[in-house]
């Protein structure tokens, strides 16, 4: 099964900051990764999938890039309602397993 | 508009079954794979398992292999999710979701969540 290390774990930024999130792979994924945000009792949210392709209507403050196995969600200038959770997530082959997710907090 | 609707959780004993239902409505759903995911309280997101579009195909993971079945019915729009021999790790949200692409050769991330339902394990 392919492994998703998340780092870090938790965050804290003020708006305005540029934050970036990595997600390595135990193994080549091919571009198959997705990001999402999560707030508080909430579902979540698709940002981007194919590593670097954004869901419509996702701001373009956040971007994704990444290849093989390494892996990063950027936003470029935080906002307040950016405070949340992220998770990474493959979609290479089943099982289709999330990183460990990243907390974003307010400084 | 895509939704999905999630029914059937509750409180349960250890070692009980339940059913999770999945209304889903606003897209062509005999086109799209479908996916379970579930959330321990505080804890992250767990992939749980999935159904080709046709059916004809189920994976899950390691965590609810042999316990747990997802299937679908075409006729009524629905997910569903058998789940037997529960136990209190299995104490979460949990949530249906549609994969983002059509099949076949669909990419299965996830475009559209459910609310989820909640489903306590206790005795």
């Known amino acids: 099964d392919i492994q998703l290390t998340q780092s870090p774990s938790s965050l804290s930024a003020s708006v305005g900051d540029r934050v970036t999130i990595t997600c390595r792979a135990s193994?080549?994924?091919?571009?198959?990764l997705a990001w999402y945000q999560q707030k508080p009792g909430k579902a979540p949210n698709l940002l981007l999938y194919?590593?670097?392709r954004l869901e419509s209507g996702v701001p373009s403050r956040f971007s994704g890039s990444g290849s093989g196995t390494d892996y990063t969600l950027t936003i470029s200038s935080l906002q307040p309602e950016d405070f949340a959770a992220y998770y990474c997530q493959h979609y290479y082959t089943p099982p289709y397993t999330f990183g460990q997710g990243t907390k974003l907090e307010i400084k | 508009q895509v939704q999905l609707v999630e029914s059937g959780g509750g409180v349960v004993q250890p070692g009980g079954s339940l059913r999770l239902s999945c209304a889903a409505s606003?897209?062509?759903?005999?086109?799209?794979?479908m996916h379970w995911v579930r959330q321990a309280p505080g804890k992250g997101l767990e992939w749980v398992a999935f159904i080709r579009y046709d059916g004809s195909k189920e994976y899950y993971a390691d965590s609810v292999k042999g316990r747990f079945t997802i299937s679908r019915d075409k006729s009524k729009n629905t997910l569903y999710l058998q789940m037997n021999s529960l136990s209190a790790e299995d104490t979460a949200v949990y949530y249906c979701a549609k994969s983002g692409s059509e099949s076949p050769g669909a990419r299965h991330y996830f475009d559209y969540w459910g609310q989820g339902t909640l489903v306590t394990v206790s005795s």
């Open positions: 193994q080549d994924i091919s571009d198959f």
């Open positions: 194919d590593a670097s």
């Open positions: 606003g897209f062509t759903f005999s086109s799209y794979g």
